[in-house]
């Protein structure tokens, strides 16, 4: 698989970035249109997303370096080369989810309903994402083989870029990609319910995505390791426990307290 989109000489753009980039540029479409129906004002928006995507990045990568020390202290210039890959969404989710919420205290915007815009966004570019990991061959599955890959519907292209190693892998990026795209349409309609409470939303995409995560992880074979423990496992329990608890809490809020208002 060729990691490099446009070789320009000088300069070469990875497909990596490309969709990186892609998905940041759909989650703030996505973001601005609902902020802008829910009287966000811009300028604090336009901030808010400029500087949670900028310590989210950073956070992505700091995460996956600090769980790759030894090679990194080996090897520190390549702490940059971020085209490579090593970016670990739940490294960026906290570094962001702490910019968001001291921004909006600073500016007493509700933090829960800036939360519920912020994770439509959110899983979106999740979706979009995952596939810098195809063209970096990167975030894959125990071995399998063509003919098992060709049986689930997986199209041909993607199986042939899971050639990798010398054998045939299971591409969880692509299940998780499904799944993510599913769970952003999910979100979409559920948003639109009248009775809707603020933090719903957000409780449903801890739930969503924690589960999704959990069970794809238990398949990588390149996760990032706490000891005998998958991180991003660990990650995802409390994802899913949060999330439980941030619905139950919500749908016990007062009646007026909605998000659709």
Request: aromatic share 16%; proline share 2%.
């Amino acid at each position: 698989m060729d990691k490099v989109a446009l070789d320009l000489g000088v300069v070469q753009i990875y497909w990596y970035s490309i969709f990186i980039f892609l998905g940041m540029l759909v989650a703030c479409f996505v973001i601005y249109k609902e902020s802008k129906k829910r009287g966000i004002d811009e300028d604090f928006l336009v901030n808010l997303t400029f500087n949670a995507i900028i310590l989210g990045i950073i956070g992505a990568r700091l995460y996956y370096v600090l769980f790759n020390l030894p090679y990194y202290l080996e090897n520190p210039l390549e702490i940059l080369e971020i085209w490579n890959g090593g970016l670990a969404i739940h490294g960026g989710i906290i570094a962001g989810l702490l910019f968001i919420i001291y921004y909006c205290k600073k500016h007493e915007v509700n933090i829960w309903k800036m939360l519920d815009i912020i994770v439509v966004g959110l899983i979106i570019a999740q979706a979009i994402g995952r596939w810098g990991n195809f063209f970096n061959s990167e975030a894959y599955g125990p071995i399998t083989t063509a003919a098992d890959l060709k049986s689930l519907g997986i199209p041909q292209f993607i199986i042939n870029g899971m050639y990798i190693l010398g054998d045939y892998r299971q591409p969880t990026f692509f299940y998780e990609s499904v799944w993510c795209f599913f769970g952003f349409c999910a979100m979409l309609l559920i948003r639109k319910y009248k009775y809707l409470k603020i933090g719903q939303l957000t409780g449903f995409y801890l739930l969503w995505y924690g589960i999704i995560r959990l069970i794809i992880e238990g398949m990588r074979t390149d996760s990032l390791m706490l000891g005998p423990i998958k991180m991003a496992q660990l990650v995802s329990i409390v994802f899913i426990i949060a999330g439980i608890i941030i619905f139950i809490r919500s749908v016990r809020k007062k009646e007026n307290d909605l998000y659709n208002t």
